[in-house]
């Protein structure tokens, strides 16, 4: 029998906000399959809900780290190096609008201020992380972003963010292209939409999960264990030679036109 599927993997989460974040359920399956973990989390009240999950499951480092800055990025690597002499995954789910650019219409709401923090937060990341930890990484390694279906359709009241996950999902292919000649692989998943506190910023969310079901091929939701169980696949061996590709894990909602013509 093959042995767990990250063993001797050291993976770096980012973005666990509570118990219900996807990056927590990718950490947990993760650990659950071998790896050794680190965390980052993002100033003082967010170090109150991440820490305590962290150490719960023998986190190696926990580090603050404000990806909007490159001195705090740099500090990450240099703490992760305290503890690591390689990182091998990368889970990057980050993103971030102000709460005022996903409320209103999209010509009003888009001030150059709310675009600027969007991209920057939720898609320069990607490639200020990878940057910054590319030394540490061997060949094998892979990084997995979180992207959601707004990047490509308009979904109401996303707004700016749909434009920043599209900057994501073109990064991650860029970045693809540029690290797999250090056999670094570069994937996202592309979630159905979850009951997630950073979803609990986007109006009409709760309306959106009740009625999407119905409206996919598999009727049904998906939930955090599925989008983990994907991120398990292309950061191990199973997914080897995938990089690139942004991954719908949605029930396949990603697929439908005309929801019905009656």
């Given at each position: 029998?093959?042995?767990?599927?990250?063993?001797?993997?050291?993976?770096?989460?980012?973005?666990?906000?509570?118990?219900?974040?996807?990056?927590?359920?990718?950490?947990?399956?993760?650990?659950?399959?071998?790896a050794d973990l680190a965390?980052?989390?993002?100033?003082?009240?967010?170090?109150?809900?991440?820490?305590?999950?962290?150490?719960?499951?023998?986190?190696?480092?926990?580090?603050?780290?404000?990806?909007?800055?490159?001195?705090?990025?740099?500090?990450a690597v240099a703490e992760?190096?305290?503890?690591?002499?390689?990182?091998?995954?990368?889970?990057?789910?980050?993103?971030?609008?102000?709460?005022?650019?996903?409320?209103?219409?999209?010509?009003?709401?888009?001030?150059?201020?709310?675009?600027?923090?969007?991209?920057?937060?939720?898609?320069?990341?990607?490639?200020?992380?990878?940057?910054?930890?590319?030394?540490?990484?061997?060949?094998?390694?892979?990084?997995?972003?979180?992207?959601?279906?707004?990047?490509?359709?308009?979904?109401?009241?996303?707004?700016?963010?749909?434009?920043?996950?599209?900057?994501?999902?073109?990064?991650?292919?860029?970045?693809?292209?540029?690290?797999?000649?250090?056999?670094?692989?570069?994937?996202?998943?592309?979630?159905?939409?979850?009951?997630?506190?950073?979803?609990?910023?986007?109006?009409?969310?709760?309306?959106?999960?009740?009625?999407?079901?119905?409206?996919?091929?598999?009727?049904?939701?998906?939930?955090?264990?599925?989008?983990?169980?994907?991120?398990?696949?292309?950061?191990?061996?199973?997914?080897?030679?995938?990089?690139?590709?942004?991954?719908?894990?949605?029930?396949?909602?990603?697929?439908?036109?005309?929801?019905?013509?009656?």
């Open positions: 029998m093959p042995g767990p599927l990250m063993q001797g993997k050291r993976a770096l989460v980012t973005g666990v906000a509570n118990d219900r974040s996807i990056a927590w359920a990718i950490a947990q399956l993760f650990q659950r399959e071998g965390f980052t989390y993002p100033g003082e009240a967010m170090e109150r809900r991440v820490r305590p999950l962290a150490e719960g499951i023998g986190a190696r480092a926990i580090v603050d780290c404000d990806v909007s800055k490159d001195a705090d990025i740099d500090r992760v190096r305290k503890v690591w002499d390689r990182i091998d995954v990368i889970v990057h789910s980050i993103g971030y609008a102000p709460r005022e650019a996903l409320d209103g219409r999209f010509t009003d709401v888009t001030t150059r201020q709310s675009w600027a923090i969007a991209l920057d937060v939720s898609a320069y990341s990607l490639i200020g992380l990878a940057r910054a930890f590319k030394p540490m990484m061997p060949p094998g390694s892979s990084i997995v972003t979180l992207t959601y279906y707004g990047s490509e359709k308009v979904v109401k009241h996303y707004n700016v963010m749909g434009v920043a996950k599209a900057a994501l999902e073109c990064s991650a292919r860029y970045l693809a292209e540029d690290l797999g000649q250090d056999g670094i692989r570069v994937n996202a998943i592309s979630a159905g939409p979850i009951k997630t506190l950073a979803a609990a910023g986007i109006k009409g969310m709760r309306t959106m999960l009740g009625e999407n079901a119905d409206k996919t091929p598999l009727r049904r939701n998906v939930d955090q264990e599925d989008v983990a169980r994907a991120a398990l696949f292309l950061c191990s061996e199973l997914g080897q030679n995938v990089t690139g590709e942004t991954l719908h894990v949605d029930a396949g909602q990603n697929i439908m036109g005309v929801v019905s013509m009656g």
